[in-house]
């Protein structure tokens, strides 16, 4: 294969996976794991009472079953740090809640899919995910799920600009979760870098979750702007179809 031009990056002579933690004094490990955890915790509490409010799901319904597997499966499934598995637990027992609504709330973004079929769907994808994320934290011995979470957190960001393009609306959504969102991916993605500094794969996958959180922020900010709904006002509501037609209308006019 002597024609071949040269390649421009060689392999990593050591793997950066079987590289260990690195040694982080413990008040700034507790301080950005304590954002993250509280970040998420925040994240899925606000979401809980913006999906009661709306009868909407607040986040995608099929990457709350996703999230939820990583969370169930690394606390009572594999192996993990005992401090990663306190943390992953709590969420897992807030995050049963965000289930329960994704089932119930959840087909009004997928109407395409009959009642039956969005169950089983969902149900299918909690199974898979779970079954998914222990098969990718054993390869890669990921021991505080740091992996497989930024993984996850990828397309859950994702998710959240897909949502708000296919309703059209800042129904089910408020500023306070996506900060929220954003703060705990922030957070996370530092103690992956501090952790695992030799860890090349999170260069791409954290400075990606982080952005997607950023641009959701200014298009649901733009969003609720349109609307007339205040973005700092926990009471306010979603205008309905109708009144967002009604304002679409006097913009056009003025």
Known sequence: MDWLPPFLFPMSEVPPVSIGRA????????????????????????????????????????????????????????????????????????????????????????????????????GGMLVWAALLVMAGANEFHDLDGMYIGMMVNVPLSAGFLVMLRSRGSSVGQSMHIAVAKFVGSLFAGLTGFMLYPSRTLFLVLIP??????????????????????????????????????????????V
Request: no cysteine; proline share 5%.
């Open 208 to 253: 990606t979750m982080v952005a997607l959180d950023v641009v959701y922020i200014v298009l649901l900010r733009r969003r609720m702007l349109a609307e007339g709904r205040p973005l700092w006002d926990l009471r306010a509501r979603a205008p309905r179809p109708a009144e967002r037609a009604a304002t679409e209308v006097e913009e056009v006019a």
């Open 23 to 122: 040694d982080v004094p413990q008040w700034l490990f507790a301080l950005t794991a304590g954002l993250t955890a509280l970040g998420w915790l925040t994240t899925y509490v606000l979401a809980i009472r913006q999906a009661a409010r709306d009868s909407r799901v607040a986040i995608p319904a099929f990457l709350v079953a996703v999230n939820f597997a990583w969370e169930f499966s690394l606390t009572f499934l594999l192996e993990q740090y005992p401090e990663q598995r306190v943390m992953n637990g709590a969420w897992a027992v807030v995050n049963s809640v965000l289930v329960y609504q994704a089932f119930r709330h959840g087909r009004r973004d997928h109407t395409w899919l009959s009642p039956r079929g969005f169950r089983w769907a969902l």
